[in-house]
């Protein structure tokens, strides 16, 4: 069985930056896309940022340019930084991570919680 655990998130004033950070454990499997998503009280859950196993990214259009994903040499970590936030990235933020191989299985963390206040 394969967990996705993601650490990183809290309170933090506008402007300011934090790193989440998602890491596989149990069962060892490759991952092909590694995603974050987010999820704000009342909304739908929105996709944020993805990276290929080939190192594609990708990000939502309100993020570009102050949020930056990465992953780990192993390819079974993602994180991601976020800076100059808002009040409107406010959010629990998921993530989320396609198997490489047959049956192609898709795993989502728990979540982490994000707040953005002054």
């Known amino acids: 069985q394969v967990q996705l655990v993601e650490s990183g998130g809290g309170l933090v004033q506008p402007g300011g930056s934090l790193r989440l950070s998602c890491a596989a454990s149990?069962?060892?499997?490759?991952?092909?896309?590694m995603r974050w998503y987010r999820q704000g009280l009342g909304k739908a859950r929105e996709f944020v940022a993805s990276?290929?196993?080939?190192?594609?990214?990708r990000y939502a259009d309100s993020v570009k340019g102050r949020f930056t994903i990465s992953r780990d040499a192993a390819g079974d970590a993602v994180y991601l930084l976020m800076n100059s936030l808002k009040s409107e990235d406010t959010a629990f933020y998921y993530c989320?991570?396609?198997?490489?191989?047959?049956?192609?299985?898709?795993?989502w963390g728990q979540g982490t919680q994000v707040t953005v206040s002054s």
């Open positions: 990276i290929s196993r080939a190192g594609n990214i």
């Open positions: 149990g069962s060892i499997v490759s991952f092909d896309d």
């Open positions: 989320n991570a396609q198997q490489a191989l047959w049956p192609y299985t898709n795993y």
